[in-house]
Antibody, heavy 121, light 110 residues
Framework: QVQLVESGGGVVQPGRSLRLSCAAS????????MHWVRQAPGKGLEWVAV????????YYADSVKGRFTISRDDPKNTLYLQMNSLRAEDTAVYYC??????????????WGQGTLVTVSS | QSVLTQPPSVSAAPGQKVTISCSGS????????VSWYQQLPGTAPKLLIY???KRPSGIPDRFSGSKSGTSATLGITGLQTGDEADYYC???????????FGGGTKLTVL
């Protein structure tokens, strides 16, 4: 069965960096696009970034462009989100989610359980 | 402020039907497929509808989706107390090259 398990969340000071990981299993990871979606406490869902199945395309929300980088390691079946210059407004639960196809479908058929990132001094 | 507009809340009695609307523009809903997600309290979202009106395996046919122009609708029939959750619409915005969601709708089954 498809499983996505995020890790790497925690408390970090403003301006610092953090890297999230998402370990995938139960499907051919290299055949699917992958996304990060976040949810601030008590708020709605916010799409963050997508990477195509082959890594050829990456797109970001304006709110994180230039600060966050999505990447993937197919031999390790792992998705990453490198977050730099963190701000208080980046505080959220971060979910990794599988794209319905190779990256451009923008529907999310499987989700991880999420990892909480808290940006605070 | 979300790109897609949903009502903050809807309510209905058990066994009844409810619809949740999602309004966008030509750059998102008007030219892309819409998906819908259910988020039960304290859990990750779950895909209910994709490609406007398709249900993943395991999703009961009480849940349905439709799209017309720049708006989409999620329908739920035979409401159960277990359907109480937040519901989100989502799609791609071609002008932003980004995914977008509605602000979410809280469903209360009275």
């Amino acid at each position: 069965q498809v499983q996505l398990v995020e890790s790497g969340g925690g408390v970090v000071q403003p301006g610092r960096s953090l890297r999230l990981s998402c370990a995938a299993s139960g499907f051919t990871f290299s055949g699917f696009g992958m996304h990060w979606v976040r949810q601030a406490p008590g708020k709605g869902l916010e799409w963050v970034a997508v990477i195509w199945y082959d890594g050829s395309k990456r797109y970001y929300a304006d709110s994180v462009k230039g600060r966050f980088t999505i990447s993937r390691d197919d031999p390790k079946n792992t998705l990453y989100l490198q977050m730099n210059s963190l701000r208080a407004e980046d505080t959220a639960v971060y979910y990794c989610a599988r794209d319905g196809g190779r990256g451009g479908y923008f529907f999310f058929d499987y989700w991880g359980q999420g990892t909480l990132v808290t940006v605070s001094s | 402020q979300s790109v897609l507009t949903q009502p903050p809340s809807v309510s209905a009695a058990p066994g009844q039907k409810v619809t949740i609307s999602c309004s966008g523009s030509s750059s998102n809903i008007g030219n892309n497929y819409v998906s819908w997600y259910q988020q039960l309290p304290g859990t990750a979202p779950k895909l209910l509808i994709y490609d406007n009106n398709k249900r993943p395996s395991g999703i009961p046919d009480r849940f349905s989706g439709s799209k017309s122009g720049t708006s989409a609708t999620l329908g739920i029939t035979g409401l159960q107390t277990g359907d109480e959750a937040d519901y989100y619409c989502g799609t791609c915005d071609s002008s932003l090259s980004a995914g977008v969601f509605g602000g979410g709708t809280k469903l209360t089954v009275l």
